[in-house]
């Protein structure tokens, strides 16, 4: 199992761009949701998604837009990247009704916004 | 509140010491409790974590104290490491049993010196 895989590792945007951020796993979880950490923030939730075609904000998710067609994929998009969008972006999932309590994160993708 | 608040924010340790690293919530709904280890340019990895229903849990050389009274819950690394060097987050959900919601503390930096 590869687990969850995130694309791209790293992105350098200018400001107004748009880009989405690439989100996979195959561990056939139900939960899925995308975080941002910042030094000193810790990890906060920007958006979350229970299952295929349900998805709700977090605490962070101005600037952002989520889909979930498919339990595997839940892509991250951003709009017109601001500066303040530069962070690192953590994909995780995790499936209570599998016994999987804890989520299991992606590697990151590191975005610069110039 | 929907907060989780961590201390100290960076730690350093001799090899062999204890590491403490503390965690405290206000929001009495939380009903899971895990710590997540985070090593440089990777995700986040769930280390350990506990449910509100007992005060204790150990795993090798990681435990977790949890006062419900008090709202509060602690990681202990007993003999520290070098290679336990890494960010340490806490984390609380806010639904039961759900965990589409972790809410995380801004995290410990933990430096165990050789």
């Known amino acids: 199992n590869a687990g969850v895989t995130q694309t791209p590792k790293f992105q350098v945007l200018k400001t107004g761009q748009s880009m989405t951020l690439q989100c996979a796993q195959d561990?056939?979880?139900?939960?899925m949701s995308w975080y941002r950490q910042d030094p000193g923030m810790g990890l906060r939730l920007i958006h979350y998604?229970?299952?295929?075609?349900?998805?709700d904000q977090g605490e962070v998710p101005n600037g952002y837009n989520v889909s979930r067609s498919t339990t595997e994929d839940f892509p991250l998009r951003l709009l017109s990247a601001a500066p303040s969008q530069t962070s690192v972006y953590f994909c995780?999932?995790?499936?209570?009704?599998?016994?999987?309590?804890?989520?299991?994160f992606g590697s990151g993708t590191r975005l610069t916004v110039v | 509140q929907q907060q989780v608040k961590q201390s100290p924010q960076s730690l350093i340790v001799q090899k062999g010491g204890i590491s403490i690293i503390n965690c405290a919530y206000e929001?009495?709904?939380?009903?899971?409790f895990p710590w997540y280890q985070q090593f440089p340019g990777k995700g986040p990895a769930l280390l350990i974590a506990?449910?509100?229903?007992?005060s204790e849990k150990k795993e090798g050389r990681f435990t977790i104290s949890f006062n419900k009274s008090a709202k509060q819950f602690s990681l202990h690394i007993m003999d520290s490491q070098p290679g336990d060097s890494a960010t340490y987050f806490c984390?609380?959900?806010?639904?039961?049993?759900?965990?589409?919601?972790?809410?995380f503390g801004t995290g410990t930096l933990l430096a165990v010196q050789p």
């Open positions: 984390a609380a959900t806010l639904e039961g049993g759900a965990t589409n919601k972790l809410i």
């Open positions: 929001n009495t709904a939380f009903d899971y």
């Open positions: 506990i449910r509100p229903d007992v």
């Open positions: 561990m056939n979880h139900e939960y």
């Open positions: 995780a999932s995790s499936d209570p009704s599998q016994g999987n309590y804890g989520y299991t």
């Open positions: 998604s229970v299952g295929a075609g349900i998805t």
